[in-house]
């Protein structure tokens, strides 16, 4: 009987968890997801920052064996084509095909080639009104579909319609070009293509005043040229509504972030000086005397592969450690510091060239020529 009460008074006196013990313990593990959940977002981020960037790669060396073996980049639209004002996605009545939905009829194919229209999908695309091409969906991507050399497979789960249903939405208001699918990043954007029109004339002088080496347009007889135009990116570039991450590219209203590339954007940047400062080289200025007048003599590269990276911006206007956005990405600041003629100066505070596109979170690839 004695050894009965005994194991029942060991029993009932057996400690619990006190209420601040427990508190202790959820404040000890709040403590400790705060400080692994951002490790993981930046791991997360980098991982799709490489993949991203694993791709555009991918395209560039796909781009460069059809330049091998093609004497010109792909695209089955001309640089300049692309370059029409009907192409501009600037209200209702931009065409909006991108350029590198243009790069991918070459590279990954389903350019309608028969008598007969198949009966499976079809989209009518193209960067002039009247002038047009076929594309079968279902042959994108598809060897031997068409008996076409195939240079690039886009993967299915970074190809996708800006229809505003799968993706997001362009600013283009041509349904066949919002059904195309568009070549996106590991982040759920659109990927940009800036290719270069190698017949338009070299700039060996002048000022910023005089440049031809960027316009919107090649306008509407496609005889006012330049080595690169805005147009074929304004689909994206213009959207309020892009990608998976629902970004609106031209910043309205103006408190929020918008990109610099884009021509609708609510600071007064001009989205002009913005492309050079993105295709110029850095490394091959026409003259570095001449400050805020400086113009590049070469591009980037023949062809120049963006993604607007983590923050789903391309060149967002609040990228951390821009400064005034009105001025950041100008050309002349891979040189100077400021308007008033400070250079940029190394370590032995001798003059020295930066990357202004270094700046940002974008992912840029260039192919050279």
């Known amino acids: 009987m004695s050894r009965c009460n005994t194991t029942l008074r060991s029993t009932s006196s057996a400690k619990g968890f006190t209420l601040i013990e427990l508190l202790v313990v959820l404040i000890v593990i709040a403590i400790i997801i705060s400080i692994i959940a951002p490790m993981l977002g930046r791991t997360r981020a980098i991982a799709r920052s490489a993949l991203t960037s694993s791709m555009l790669n991918e395209v560039s060396k796909a781009s460069q064996q059809f330049r091998n073996d093609n004497n010109r980049w792909p695209g089955y639209f001309s640089p300049r084509e692309m370059a029409h004002p009907n192409n501009v996605a600037s209200g209702a009545s931009g065409r909006g095909f991108s ?52 240079y690039y497979t886009p993967d299915a789960k970074f190809f996708d319609p800006q229809d505003g249903i799968i993706g997001g939405q362009s600013a283009g208001n041509i349904a066949d070009h919002q059904r195309l699918p568009s070549l996106i990043d590991a982040f759920g954007n659109p990927m940009l293509a800036w290719v270069e ?28 040229p330049a080595r690169f135009y805005l147009a074929p990116n304004t689909t994206f570039l213009n959207s309020t509504n892009l990608g998976r991450s629902t970004k609106d590219q031209t910043g309205q209203p103006s408190s929020r972030s918008y990109s610099l590339l884009s021509d609708q954007n609510p600071g007064g940047v001009d989205a002009l000086q913005t492309l050079m400062g993105l295709v110029g080289s850095p490394s091959s200025p026409l003259d570095v005397t001449a400050s805020q007048d400086i113009l590049p ?36 600041r891979n040189f ?27 992912v840029v690839i260039s192919t050279s020529n």
């Open 197 to 224: 029109d190698e017949t338009a004339p070299r700039q060996i002088s002048g000022t910023a005043s005089t440049n031809n080496f960027v316009r919107l347009d090649a306008g509407s007889s496609l005889d006012e």
């Open 99 to 150: 350029a590198m939905q243009n790069i991918m009829l070459d590279l990954a194919g389903g350019i309608w080639v028969g008598p007969t229209l198949p009966a499976n999908p079809t989209v009518d695309v193209g960067p002039i009104n009247g002038s047009t091409v076929e594309v079968d969906l279902d042959a994108i991507g598809v060897p031997g579909k068409y008996d076409n050399k195939l």
């Open 336 to 362: 100077y510091v400021s308007p008033g003629g400070i250079r940029h100066v190394n370590d032995s505070n001798q003059p020295t060239t930066i990357d202004v596109v270094s700046s940002f979170d974008d």
């Open 297 to 332: 003599a070469e591009a980037r590269g023949g062809m120049v592969l963006q993604s607007a990276g983590i923050d789903g911006y391309y060149l967002n206007s609040r990228e951390r450690g821009v400064g005034d956005p009105s001025t950041t990405m100008k050309y002349w």
